[in-house]
């Protein structure tokens, strides 16, 4: 249980970071590494800033060419996203799928 | 050094408000306590009184500014009525759990409809489970001084509650009165500046109001109870020392000729000056009659009332508020008060002065007789009883 103060203060800024709404959820946005396109489409929707956008390395024929390009991959910070949906909604390769979370 | 002066109700909550050095005033005029805000504007503009007034929109917003100024640890004061009282309804809750120790003057007033600017306690009686404490007062003297010292409790660390200090519309609002008041420094002697636990500072970020999820919201509940609950002894102390400093006596609940008493009347508010005037007629005439006025109405004087009243073989409730589908609110507490002693007298209820319908002496020994009869037959019926009361030119009912 936390602790709590007279009035329901809570004096200590920044503490909602303790605070793990990941458990809130009962589906979670799986992200399919080869599907996405780094667009950070759902960087921009996640109402709870839990996407971060991450650089990776991929190889990619151009031109009959195998090259290695840069590209942004979405990784979910499964501690504060509730599993709302929307970046699945919104991800136009349908890059992320929502899946039961079974324990 | 006492002053005097002649004064209306409102003038005397807000001569109090000024002396107790208000820092900020968020107001909506509404009658009968506009003169409230009036008073404090005109004290401003007289540099007789270094606050902040903000005038807002309505009075939901009043209540809401006097939170954010009380949590960055402003004293606070502000005044409504009726209506405005009403309005403010979801915010008071938030204020007392907040635990912020606003003071609020209400003009008791009836509540539309139909519409009506008279004295009436059923909007205070509304706010009955805000979590604020409730005081009434019974004459202008009454009014300053309940309003000066509710401050005080409500700042109190052992208490740290929001405060009413109601006045009846009109019959104290808006009546002269002499009035004595102490000097300036006699009052900063008596109420230091408010010292808040916690204030809203950008240098020091905190969250104020924060959510509670089922595993901390009834912890919050208990422990708002509890410092009502157990505020009883701090305002004891207060009205204790109050006496001490500026010699005027308050009890949370008052006795008048109750020790022999086979019927006690109890009221609130301005009608007890009449009240305790006819208990001196009837007694005159043999009538063992006696008296009680509640003072603090939150928190309730439970035991107060069982002590006084307990030995009277009926106690009759005069009350200017009315629960329809119950009874009056005061008859629920005072029978509440009484249900688990092993005797108790019978408890009987009378509607009076609704609206500003003015009461009377003969209203009251009307009460007196009434409730005597019910006493010999041993049965209260009917429960509630409204007095002066014209049924045939009440319009239809239900059919």
Redesign the interface.
């Known amino acids: ?2 602790k ?10 920044g ?1 909602a970071l303790r605070y793990k709404t990941g458990t809130w959820r009962t589906m979670k946005p799986v992200v399919d590494e080869q599907k996405c396109i780094g667009c950070w489409f759902c960087y921009m929707y996640c109402p709870d800033s839990a996407i971060q956008m991450v650089k990776r390395t991929i190889k990619k024929e151009i031109g009959g060419q195998v090259k290695e390009i840069e590209r942004d991959l979405a990784v979910i910070n499964y501690d504060y996203c509730k599993g709302c949906g929307i970046c699945a909604a919104e991800c136009p390769v349908k890059a992320i799928e929502m899946v039961y979370e079974e324990k | 050094m006492e002053m005097k002066e002649i004064i209306r109700g409102n003038m005397a909550t807000a001569l109090a408000a000024k002396m107790a050095r208000v820092d900020v005033v968020p107001a909506f005029p509404i009658t009968p306590s506009t003169l409230f805000p009036e008073k404090i504007s005109e004290y401003i503009a007289n540099g007789e009184l270094d606050a902040e007034m903000i005038l807002v929109e309505s009075e939901h917003s009043a209540i809401s500014a006097a939170i954010g100024a009380s949590a960055a640890g402003a004293r606070v004061a502000t005044a409504t009525a009726s209506q405005g009282l009403a309005l403010m309804h979801e915010v008071l809750f938030i204020a007392s759990a907040m635990r912020l120790p606003i003071v609020m003057a209400i003009g008791n007033r009836a509540l539309s409809g139909p519409i009506n600017i008279w004295a009436d306690h059923s909007d205070t009686m509304a706010e009955r489970d805000t979590g604020w404490m409730q005081f009434y007062a019974e004459n202008n003297q009454e009014a300053f001084d309940l309003m000066l010292m509710a401050f005080r409790i409500a700042e109190d660390r052992r208490v740290l509650l929001p405060a009413m200090v109601g006045l009846d519309a009109f019959t104290l609002t808006h009546t002269m009165e002499p009035v004595d008041y102490p000097s300036q420094e006699e009052v900063d002697d008596f109420l230091p500046p408010y010292q808040p636990p916690y204030t809203l500072d950008v240098n020091r970020p905190m969250t104020f109001g924060s959510f509670a999820t089922p595993e901390s919201y009834m912890e919050f509940k208990w422990s708002h109870t509890r410092a009502l609950e157990e505020s009883p002894p701090v305002i004891d102390e207060i009205f204790e020392e109050y006496k001490k400093r500026f010699g005027r006596e308050y009890k949370r609940v008052t006795g008048y000729m109750t020790e022999d008493a086979d019927v006690i009347i109890v009221a609130m508010g301005s009608v007890s000056g009449t009240l305790r005037e006819a208990v001196r007629q009837m007694r005159k005439d043999g009538i063992r009659v006696g008296a009680v006025k509640i003072t603090t109405f939150r928190p309730f004087p439970f035991k107060e009332i069982v002590e006084l009243c307990g030995g009277a073989k009926i106690v009759a409730i005069a009350e200017r508020a009315i629960s329809p589908g119950f009874a009056g609110p005061l008859f629920g507490e005072i029978a509440g008060a009484f249900i688990n002693q092993p005797s108790r007298p019978l408890i009987s209820d009378f509607i009076i002065g609704l609206g500003g319908r003015d009461v009377t002496l003969k209203d009251f020994r009307e009460i007196a007789s009434t409730a005597l009869k019910e006493a010999e037959e041993g049965r209260v019926e009917p429960l509630v009883k409204w007095i002066n009361i014209n049924p045939e030119e009440a319009p239809p009912g239900g059919e």
């Not at chain 1, 709590?4 to 800024?13: D, F, S, T």
């Open positions: 249980m936390v709590i103060y007279l009035g329901a203060v809570n004096p200590h800024p503490s």
